[in-house]
C-alpha cells in the first residue's frame, strides 16, 4: 500500500490496488502513465494475489482506495478477483474502504458493508446521468462523486441527488491548459460547489483547485 497525503490523493490514507490495469483508455489516465513505468504488464489488467494480505497488515484504522491503479469493476475484471478483493477487506473490518469507477452498473452485483464507500467518475456532462442512475441502485452507507477531470458544467441538482454523500472535484493534470481552461474550469467548480451546498452535500477540492476553493469536507455517515 502506499501512504498518501498533500500533494498526493488527500482525501484518502492509503492506497491498495491487487489489481491494476484499465481498458477505459482516457486520454488523460495518470495510473497509464505511472504504470508504463514501473508494471512489466504496463497497464494490461492483471491481478496481484501478493497484495491481498496489506488492509490486515495495517493495524491502524485508515481510510483506503481500493486499486487507485485500476477500475476494479470494468467488465473486463474477473469475478474472482473482485471476490478475493472482498474477501480481503472482510478480513480486515477495521478500515474504510473507498471505491471509485466509471463502470457503476456493477456494483449493484455485489454487497458491501457499512465501510465501504462506493463511487463513480464524472468527467463530463454526457455521462452524468448514466452513471449516477447506476449508483442509485448500490446499497453502500456512503455513495460519491468525484468530479475529475472536471471536463464540463455539471448540473447536480439534476441528478435528484439527495441520497449523495459526498462530491470530490478536481482539474486535469499532467496537461498544460490555457488560462482560458483553467478559468473555465473554476467557474465550473464554483457551480458545483454552489449546487453541493444547497443540498447539503460535504464537498473536498482537491490539488490546484483546492488553493481556490477552501472546501476539505468530508461525508457525514449516516
Not at 491481478?47 to 477500475?71: G, H, N, Q, W, Y
Not at 439534476?158 to 473555465?184: C, F, N, R, V, Y
Not at 447539503?200 to 481556490?212: C, S
Request: glycine share 6%; net charge neutral.
Amino acid at each position: 500500500m502506499n501512504r498518501q497525503g498533500p500533494g498526493k490523493i488527500e482525501w484518502t490514507d492509503y492506497t491498495w490496488s491487487p489489481v491494476t490495469g484499465c481498458k477505459h483508455g482516457c486520454s488523460y489516465c495518470y495510473a497509464n502513465r505511472i504504470a508504463q513505468r514501473i508494471y512489466l504488464e504496463k497497464f494490461e489488467p492483471t491481478f496481484r494475489p501478493e497484495r491481498l494480505k496489506e488492509p490486515s497488515k495495517l493495524k491502524t484504522p485508515s481510510k483506503i482506495f481500493v486499486c487507485d491503479m485500476a477500475d476494479l469493476f470494468g467488465d473486463w475484471v474477473d469475478e474472482e478477483w473482485i471476490e478475493a478483493v472482498m474477501a480481503s477487506i472482510n478480513k480486515a473490518p477495521w478500515h474504510i474502504y473507498q471505491f471509485l469507477t466509471k463502470n457503476p452498473a456493477r456494483y449493484s452485483g455485489w454487497s458491501f458493508g457499512n465501510n465501504c464507500w462506493l463511487g463513480t467518475t464524472i468527467d463530463r456532462p454526457e455521462v452524468q446521468h448514466e452513471r449516477w442512475n447506476a449508483m442509485a441502485a448500490a446499497k453502500a452507507k456512503v455513495k460519491f462523486i468525484s468530479f475529475e477531470p472536471l471536463l464540463g458544467p455539471m448540473r447536480v441538482e439534476e441528478l435528484g441527488m439527495s441520497a449523495l454523500d459526498w462530491i470530490i472535484i478536481g482539474e486535469l493534470t499532467g496537461k498544460a491548459m490555457t488560462q482560458e481552461e483553467i478559468h473555465q474550469v473554476r467557474v465550473w467548480a464554483e457551480e458545483i460547489i454552489d449546487q453541493a451546498k444547497e443540498l447539503n452535500i460535504p464537498v473536498f477540492v482537491k490539488n490546484a483547485l483546492g488553493a481556490i476553493f477552501p472546501q476539505r469536507e468530508f461525508p457525514k455517515v449516516r
